[in-house]
């Protein structure tokens, strides 16, 4: 009897100092007490984020970081956030505010956060026949290329700048038309080549515009209005609504971009090669901080 109540103690002791163990372990290696089950992780991400350079310096930290191996699809925002509608996507990382806020309220997301702004500039030739060059109203501006009918370059993808660019003819009360106005279904950068080749004018952000700037021969017009302000969010596909997205993958990638590493690099981008920032981190801001 004693002998049994000994080995059963034995056991329990081997027990505890068994757990204790793995416990350190995990503390000591968090890489491995952390691994992920499913480590491809999807996020549709607006063109900016390639075009400019940033997807370059997120993919190896965060993968790094996360042990998530980071696929992105780069598109239009419009057709970031319709991939979330489908569940085709783990996350996004978008900048059309009002259009996040739809899919949001429709359940097809969840978590959103604002990670970061840059602004909109409008470009165009040096000639500037529109006469638009150092105004302080978007609308205006706009206003003035539909009336001298001077050529502008539209992405007409669905995009961020597209819903923006859209929004601020509906403002100058314009139905842009006719052969001033082309549409090329392109991104950011392959449209500013567009608008380069052709000598037009055409709408911007400004870290795709800085980060190809060295081939293109547009100089900036107008900028500054806050209405040309571009906010970035991230947000998770919600698993309630598809249960087969990678939930763990889209908190740890959300997690990344909103934290104090994320927020340094995502701060840094640009600084070396341009002497100026492309982005700068909101993490903890919100819409409102902005006016919104």
Known sequence: MIRRIFIAFLACCLAILSAEASEMLGKQ????????TNKNLIVGMTTSIQDSGLLDDLVPAIEKKTGYKLKS???????????????EVDAVFVNSPKAERKVLAD??????????????????????????????NAVEAFSLIAK???????????????????DLWQQANIKPS???????????????????????????????????????????????????????HVMQVNPLKF???????????????????????????????????????????TEKDYGF
């Open 29 to 36: 290696n968090p890489a491995i007490a952390q691994s992920p």
């Open 73 to 87: 699809i780069s598109v239009g925002t419009g057709q970031a956030l319709a991939l979330a509608e489908k569940g």
């Open 107 to 136: 359940g097809a997301v969840t978590n959103r956060h604002l990670v970061m702004h840059n602004d909109f500039v409008i470009v165009g030739p040096d000639t500037d026949k529109a006469n638009i060059r150092g105004k302080k």
């Open 148 to 166: 001298n009918k001077t050529l502008f370059i539209s992405r007409g993808d669905d995009s961020g700048t597209n819903k923006l660019e859209k």
């Open 178 to 232: 006719g052969s001033w106005y082309q549409q090329t279904g392109l991104g950011m950068a392959e449209t500013l080549q567009v608008a380069n080749q052709k000598r037009g004018y055409t709408l911007a952000d400004r870290a795709t515009y800085i980060f190809q700037q060295k081939n293109l021969s547009l100089p900036i017009l107008v900028q500054g209005d806050k209405k040309l302000l571009n906010l970035y």
């Open 243 to 285: 249960p087969k997205v990678n939930s763990a993958g889209a908190i740890a990638f959300i997690n990344y971009v909103l934290s104090a590493e994320g927020q340094t690099l995502i701060a840094a981008h640009g600084q070396k090669q341009f002497g100026q920032q492309l982005f700068y981190p909101d993490s903890g801001k």
